[in-house]
């Protein structure tokens, strides 16, 4: 398939965060001071509404049930996930009541929300009607229909951000990727060929869902970073010069909470090695897939603060550091999933076997290690399912000790921690802090350092290894905006 080929410009994507604050967004990063052409020549790809997907599917943090986890867990009873999908309706109402101030752009929308809304809810209970007869089974269908829900709302927001620009003068085109009454299947590439086709990139502003639906299915991979694989392939089908994440803070040397704001410092530059261990710790800059899109066709990523339009963030690409040292310093809890066989010398097998029940498992994991006789892997997932794991794997190692316990990593990360001794220095600095290191490591690549400790430790830890390894040493730099 041939690449879409537009004049020079850049493909940005707006998170749901920023864009539940879509009117500061026209006023600073959609227009501002931009004039005539300068208006153009972007891309913009949009989650959607801050909460929506929430309601949508289940809360990401507290796993309240939305209108998917109501479905899926009461399939033979309406009333539960009929309630959640109102609730759906209402919150889209609202958010079209907030950000639209002219009548007929709130009809509009409003009118734009009942159609999808009831045109779910009738797929929903047709559904529910088939499944009723034993031949068809629900759970063959909750994969189409988990994503069937979430490009509700990157269309809801889409549409919104549409009316609004075009309120504003500005020719703004909605792009719905979502596949909504749409009975041809395409591949993403295909997909985003189609809702290009057509596009005056000189002339028209496009506002794209980030929630793409194709025959590769993006949520049984990826479910909430969907987002990220359209934006990343958009800007690679379309041979961008730069692809731009906004998000509503700087990329900066460690969380403000736990080090302070006037001590943490933005990045300003990276590379595509650091996103990719931020996101093994949980701080995703970028989705690594999404990374890899873009790192492969060599386009750069910048990831700005939406509301500081003028300032340029932070650029990541493969260029290597211009000096040693640590970046950034973060962490996140882990648990400790360990095996010690005293007849593993010289066996092979066990390393095999145990990634098997892992990935069966669903266990992502941050870190692992070994040793003759003992393989440990650090995971970030829930003590219960580690549980599981360990029994599963004693089961199988009738004669090994297997054990599974709560506990914490830390790691410091730069492009180049070459000859900084950050490892001793970290060391020593958590020891005078009185902080007890269970283990430590740095893999050869050098680009991060990890210690393993107490999870009540962990704050703290970040705290005195920014301390000791990045304010120490670069005083001089500017600081990051809060």
Known sequence: MTELIFPKHTVEKIGGTSMSRLKELRDTLLIGDRKGADLYHRIFVVSAFGGITNLLLEHKKTGEPGVYASFANAADDQGSWQSALNRVSDAMREANEDILDHAADRNMADEFVRDRIEGARSCLIDLQRLCS???FRLSTHMMVFRELLSGLGEAHSAFVATLLMNRAGVSARYVDLTGWRDEREFSLDER??????????ANELPIVTGYAQCTEGLMAEFDRGYSEVTFSRLA???GADEAIIHKEFHLSSADP??????AVRKLGH????????LANLGMEAIHPKAAKTLRQRQIPLRVTNAFEPNDPGTLIDDAPAEATGAEIVTGLPVVVLELFEQDMVGVKGYDAKILEVLARHNAFIVSKNSNANTITHFLATTLKRARRIESELSEHFPSANVTARSAAIASAIGRDLKGQRVMLRGLQALDEAGIEVQAAQKPTRAVDVQYLLSRDDLDRAIAVLHGALIESSRSAEPRAAA
């Not at 809702?195 to 990139?201: A, R």
């Not at 990276?270 to 261990?277: I, K, L, S, W």
């Open 192 to 201: 985003l060929h189609a809702g290009l086709e057509g596009v005056d990139l």
């Open 133 to 135: 007869y034993g031949h």
């Open 270 to 277: 990276t590379n595509y090695d650091v996103a990719d261990q």
């Open 236 to 238: 690679a089908l379309t």
């Open 257 to 262: 909470g736990l080090v302070g704001a006037d």
